[in-house]
């Protein structure tokens, strides 16, 4: 009978700290299992740009930064939803695109050189 009350005993501790493990989940993946940031190096030199058209992996949720270095200012077109346009300097700037929610291809590009920069693929 003592044996049958300790593995009762036991089995009632190893359910409430399951519980209480459920209960304190708050929904969010664990910090190892977020996505690093992505950053992709942009060099604006007179009328050509690097990278120029390529394709780059994000994965949904990842945050994503433009480092831009120019020999002049201008802007560059995010086909987002919602679009973003970000200026940048000359030198280096840092621009935070943020992250997305979606799956698909977004293009980025500079309207003033009409070229494609880069192919955001999230997934």
């Known amino acids: 009978m003592r044996k049958l009350r300790h593995l009762i005993a036991v089995l009632a501790v190893l359910a409430g700290a399951l519980f209480l493990t459920a ?58 939803s919602p679009e973003k346009q970000l200026e940048y300097g000359t030198g280096t700037t840092i621009l935070d695109l943020g992250s997305f929610k979606t799956a698909g291809i977004i293009e980025v590009e500079s309207h003033s050189l009409e070229k494609t920069i880069v192919q955001l693929e999230v997934k």
């Open 23 to 80: 209960c304190g989940s708050d929904g969010q993946a664990p910090a190892s299992s977020q996505p690093s940031t992505k950053t992709i190096d942009i060099k604006f030199e007179g009328k050509s740009v690097t990278p120029n058209g390529e394709r780059v992996n994000v994965a949904i949720g990842q945050e994503v930064k433009f480092v831009v270095t120019a020999d002049a200012p201008g802007e560059i077109h995010v086909h987002s």
